[in-house]
């Protein structure tokens, strides 16, 4: 028996949709395993049973924004299992489909009609003197951020052992190229294709204005270390989960050796979601 993933937002439309898309499934034949959107929180939940079985299913529909999105892509962990969006309001970047489309979308994928397309992610390592603590997986981007009332933080920053430089500002985005759409674009960042090898590094209102946006190699091991008088600092992976961190801490950020995969129907094309998305000239979605 076939079975797939059902990743939910927490929206009585989201909700109501997803009631008739699990029913018209079963009569499919398909098995369902339905998993409603976690809250973004400030600390890591590391003991959450997901019930994902990379062996027996063969994708995740996700019915909800980008947000949403990010929330299923940790709830899958490492496993190799294509997902597809499905977005309800506001266009996302992730998202493949309309809800609209949701019941045809979804028999191209049983039919098996559909191309597979890898997006790069991020292992997220936290040492904390000198003894591994955390370790977590980002599609988008991990933010070290200043609370509300910290000062300008100090951010010492190496690449592969060399040390770059000490960003005197409100924070540090380190995002995938998927990322460079998402809070990287808010700050200033390019917008870079999904298709190209590259880590993001970026300083969010950088007291030296000569600091800008630096993309490195994908093969780049990024350290992040905090100035010694560093208070109310928090590291943030896509949005959804994070923690404090002390200066006594060190980041080790680097490329995943697990990518994300994403289902791509025919005649979708990337451009067409950015140009809506940015409201560039041309049509509309």
């Not at 003894?131 to 190496?158: Q, S």
């Not at 490329?255 to 979601?273: A, E, T, V, W």
Request: hydrophobic share 40%; net charge neutral; glycine share 8%.
């Amino acid at each position: 028996m076939k079975q797939i993933g059902l990743f939910v937002k927490q929206d009585s439309a989201a909700q109501k949709t997803a009631d008739a898309f699990e029913k018209w499934l079963q009569k499919k034949n398909v098995a369902v395993i339905r998993q409603n959107a976690f809250q973004p929180q400030l600390g890591l939940q590391t003991d959450r049973d997901t019930g994902v079985n990379p062996e027996t299913m063969l994708c995740v529909f996700v019915l909800g924004g980008d947000g949403t999105f990010l929330s299923a892509s940790r709830w899958i962990g490492e496993a190799s299992i294509p997902m597809i969006g499905v977005k309800f309001g506001d266009i996302g970047f992730l998202a493949e489909i309309a809800e609209d489309s949701l019941f045809t979308a979804a028999q191209t994928v049983l039919d098996r009609d559909f191309e597979v397309e890898s997006r790069a992610r991020l292992k997220v390592r936290i040492f904390s003197q000198g003894r591994l603590c955390v370790e977590e997986t980002v599609l988008n981007d991990v933010v070290i951020n200043k609370g509300a009332l910290a000062r300008l933080a100090n951010i010492e920053t190496c690449i592969d052992d060399h040390y770059l430089t000490t960003y005197r500002s409100d924070g540090l985005i380190v995002s995938t190229p998927t990322g460079s759409t998402a809070y990287c674009l808010a700050a200033g960042g390019p917008v870079v294709h999904p298709a190209v090898e590259g880590i993001l590094v970026t300083p969010i209102c950088p007291f030296t204005l000569t600091n800008r946006v630096l993309i490195v190699p994908a093969t780049s091991r990024i350290q992040i270390r905090l100035g010694e008088k560093a208070a109310d600092i928090v590291a943030t992976f896509d949005g959804q989960q994070g923690l404090e961190i002390a200066p006594t801490d060190t980041l080790l950020i680097e490329k995943s050796p697990s990518p994300l995969k994403l289902i791509k129907l025919p005649g979708h094309n990337y451009f067409d979601i950015l140009k809506a998305k940015l409201r560039w000239s041309g049509g509309r979605i």
